[in-house]
C-alpha cells in the first residue's frame, strides 16, 4: 500500500501516512474534538505575577490574537509592561542556568547579564525603529512598534527558556568543556534569535496587511534585525565573560567585538591558533 | 471522548496483557485518544509504566550478561535514558508544537513521544530473545554484545521513530498544522538524540562491571568530544 499524495510505502493498519502525514482512511470518526480549534478565544488574563507571565502561553498560542489587540491598539500598555517581565523573568532564569554551571560569582552575574544584553540592545535599537517605520510611512505609534519588539525579545527568551533543561543538562555533565559549552549556547541563541525575528516579521506583515508600505516596512524590518545584531554583538561583548569564573563582573573595557573577530580570525589563519 | 470516562477508556486502550494488539494493531484509537487532554493525562502515566517495566527488563538481560551490581544497575539505567532524556527536553518540544500552531497540552505533547517510546520498547523486548541467544551462547566477546545491542537499538529505534510520526500525523487534524507538526517531530527528534547520546554515554558502562553506579563527572567532556577524539584517533592519527 502506498500513500496517494506522496507515494510513500504505508504500513499495515495505518490510518496516516508516516512521512506526510494524510490521513489513509477517509471516513474520520468525527466525535472526536479537536486539539486546534482554529479561532478559540482565550480567557482574560489575570493582573497578579501569574497572569501577567501568561503573557508566555498566549505569544506561543495566541500569537494571532495578540497582533490583533496590538493592531487595533488595545491594552497596549499592559502588553509592554507583560512582555518586557516575560523577556527579563525567562532570560534571569536562563542565565543562572548557565551562570550556575559555570559556578562562583558567575551564579550571580550571568542572571544579570543576559536579561541587561536583551533589554539594553533593544531600547538603544528601538528609536531607530519606530523613526524609519514613521519615516516610511507605516503609520505605527511609538507604543505599537515597542509591544511588537518587546514581544519579539519575550518570545527570545522564551525560547531560551525552554532550552534551559538541555543546556543545564549539557554543561552539567561536561565540566569544563569551555569550548563546548559556547558552541553548545551559540546554536540554542541562534534559534532563539530566529524565532524571535520570527515573531517581528510576522507581526509586522500583520500590522501593515492592506497598505503599501508593507514591502518598505520588509525592508526595514530586515535592516533592523541587522542593526539589532551588531549592537547586540558590541553588548554582549562589553559584558563578557559568561562562561569563565571571574571576580569581577565585567572585563576592563577594551577592543571591541568585530575587532576582535577579526583578530580571531587572523591568528586562526596564520595557524598561530593552533 | 467523554473527559470523565477516560481513564476507563484508556485502560481499555492499553491493557498489560494486550499491548502489542493495541498498541500496533488498534493504533488508530490510541492515536485519537490523544486528541483529547484527560485521555492524554491518564495514557502518560500507564505507558511510562509500560516503558518503565519493559526497559527495565531488558535492562536486567544486559545486566545479567554483565554480572555483579551491573544487573540492578542495568535495570535502572535503561528506562531512566529514555525517559530522563524526554524529561529534559520535553519543554523543547512543546515550544515548537505551539510555534508551529498546536494547542497542545503538556500531557498530550509527552504521550505522544510516549507512544514512540512504547513502540520502540516493544519492540526491543522483541529483539530481547535474539539478542540473549547470541549474547550468552558464544564466547564472552565484548564489542559482539556491544555491537548486537546496537543493531537492536538502531532497529527499535527507527520504529519507534516512525510511530511518533504516525501519532504527530493523527493528534492533529487541522491539514497545515499537521504538517508543520511532523516537521518539528522530525527536527525534535535531532534534539532528543543528542540529549540521549549524552545521557547514555554519561551512564556508561552498560556491558562490563563496574562498582559506581555512574562515573564521576569530568572524566572527558561530552560525548561529542569523546566521539571527535575517536574519529581523530581511528582516521588521522592512525596514519602517524
Known sequence: MTCVRCGADLPEQSSFCPSCGRPVAPDKPPEESPVNVPQAPPAPRGTGLV???????????????????????????????????????CSIFYGFVVGVSVGGWQTLYDPIKLPWVLVFTLLLCLPTLYVFSAYLGSG??????????????????????????????????????????????????????????????????????????????????????????????????????????TEVFIRPRGGNFFVAVLQTLAEWLSGRGW | MARTGAPAQVRALLPLGGVVGSLFHRRAELFAALRSDAAARALVLRMTAYVVLFAGAYGLVIGIYAGGWQVVYDLVKLPWVLLATLAL??????????????????????????????????VLLALLPVVAFLMFSGDRDYYFAVFINVVAFAIAGWCGARFAME????????????????????????????????MAWLLRPYFRQADVFIRPLGEGGSVFEALARLVWKVLVAGWF
Open chain 1, 51 to 89: 497572569g501577567r507571565l501568561s503573557l508566555i502561553e498566549w505569544l506561543l498560542k495566541y500569537r494571532a490574537h495578540v497582533i490583533q489587540d496590538i493592531r487595533e491598539r488595545r491594552h497596549l500598555g499592559r502588553y509592554a509592561v507583560d512582555a518586557l517581565l516575560a523577556a527579563i523573568v
Open chain 1, 140 to 245: 505605527l505609534s511609538l507604543a505599537q512598534v515597542s509591544v511588537v519588539t518587546f514581544g519579539a525579545t519575550a518570545m527570545v527568551s522564551i525560547t531560551l527558556l525552554a532550552f534551559a533543561p538541555v543546556t543545564w543538562f549539557f554543561m552539567f555533565t561536561a565540566p569544563g568543556s569551555h569550548h563546548f559549552w559556547v558552541l553548545l549556547n551559540v546554536v540554542i541563541f541562534a534559534v532563539a534569535g530566529a524565532f524571535g525575528v520570527s515573531f517581528l516579521v510576522r507581526a509586522m506583515r500583520e500590522l501593515h496587511t492592506q497598505r503599501a508600505e508593507l514591502p518598505k516596512v520588509r525592508r526595514l524590518v530586515r535592516w533592523w534585525v541587522v542593526l539589532y545584531g551588531v549592537v547586540g554583538a558590541q553588548m554582549s561583548w562589553l559584558l563578557r565573560p559568561y562562561f569563565t569564573a
Open chain 2, 89 to 122: 527536553s520535553a519543554a523543547s518540544l512543546y515550544l515548537l508544537n505551539a510555534l508551529a500552531g498546536a494547542r497542545m497540552s503538556w500531557a498530550q505533547t509527552i504521550a505522544v513521544v510516549l507512544t514512540g517510546l512504547l513502540a520502540t520498547v516493544t
Open chain 2, 167 to 198: 501519532a504527530t500525523a493523527a493528534a492533529h487534524e487541522d491539514e497545515r498544522t499537521r504538517g508543520r507538526c511532523l516537521a518539528v517531530m522530525r527536527w525534535w527528534m535531532a534534539v532528543y538524540g543528542l540529549v540521549g547520546m549524552q
